[in-house]
């Protein structure tokens, strides 16, 4: 599985961005898809995760209510729609895939995209 991440960039506080994550992989539709960040000196974290069907999504606490997951099949892509940036979101943004739905958020057996940077200024 490969993990092509886009999107990222410099937006105001209060801002949106949108990241999208393309996988070339023959059966995307059997794969839950995610998103993880990690800040500058600080550890990768969990962000989202929707499953292969789309119909259960999980966010982080941080970000519910302002980033919204979600997957075109047709197009092996999963998206990442964040509003209402702020600073703290600043970080490098990474897209997963995993088999597993329960294992995603953990990490293990994550395959991993290269990262796009998102850079909120106050």
């Known amino acids: 599985v490969q993990l092509q991440a886009s999107g990222g960039g410099l937006v105001q506080a209060g801002g949106s961005l949108r990241l999208s994550c393309a996988a070339s992989?023959?059966?995307?539709?059997?794969?839950?898809m995610g998103w993880f960040r990690q800040a500058p000196g600080k550890e990768r974290e969990f962000v989202s995760a929707?499953?292969?069907?789309?119909?259960?999504?999980y966010y982080t606490d941080s970000v519910k209510d302002r980033f919204t997951i979600s997957t075109d099949n047709a197009k092996n892509t999963v998206y990442l729609q964040m509003n209402s940036l702020k600073p703290e979101d600043t970080a490098v943004y990474y897209c997963?895939?995993?088999?597993?739905?329960?294992?995603?958020?953990?990490?293990?057996?994550?395959?991993w995209g290269q990262g796009t940077l998102v850079t909120v200024s106050s």
């Open positions: 929707i499953s292969w069907t789309g119909g259960s999504t």
């Open positions: 997963a895939a995993n088999s597993k739905m329960e294992l995603i958020r953990t990490g293990i057996n994550n395959y």
């Open positions: 992989v023959r059966t995307f539709s059997r794969y839950a």
